[in-house]
Nanobody, 124 residues
Framework: VQLQAFVGGFVQPGGSLRLSCEAR????????IYWFRQAPGEEREGVACISAYDSTYYVDSVKGRFTTSRENAKNAVYLLMNSLAPEDTAAYYC???????????????????WGKGTEVTVSS
């Protein structure tokens, strides 16, 4: 069973990136998928979550800028990040606790599967 987040990269402030999280070995449809990020020297922070029923939750710092969605036909979940700022620079991970609903606040404890993560750098 694998989760993988990818398509990160380097972007200028104000730019956009879309991260993808794909699963191998299980179907994402039934599970809440979380997005976390971790900047150097910082704790891992919950960013967003989409439930199996497509309810979405966001940490306050990304509300209105980030959108998570799922495409079940591709067994994938996405995180669209707009209006990126230097403080968004971090390694981004997808994860699931294999429950259907998101647990809010978005804490990294209790996740059963983690993607390897992808680096996002926002800089001019």
């Amino acid at each position: 069973v694998q989760l993988q987040a990818f398509v990160g990269g380097f972007v200028q402030p104000g730019g956009s990136l879309r991260l993808s999280c794909e699963a191998r070995g299980f179907t994402l449809d039934y599970y809440a998928i979380y997005w976390f990020r971790q900047a150097p020297g910082e704790e891992r922070e919950g960013v967003a979550c989409i439930s199996a029923y497509d309810s979405t939750y966001y940490v306050d710092s990304v509300k209105g800028r980030f959108t998570t969605s799922r495409e079940n036909a591709k067994n994938a979940v996405y995180l669209l990040m707009n209006s990126l700022a230097p403080e968004d620079t971090a390694a981004y991970y997808c994860a699931t606790d294999t429950l259907s609903n998101c647990r809010y606040p978005l804490r990294h404890y209790g996740m059963h599967f983690w993607g390897k993560g992808t680096e996002v750098t926002v800089s001019s």
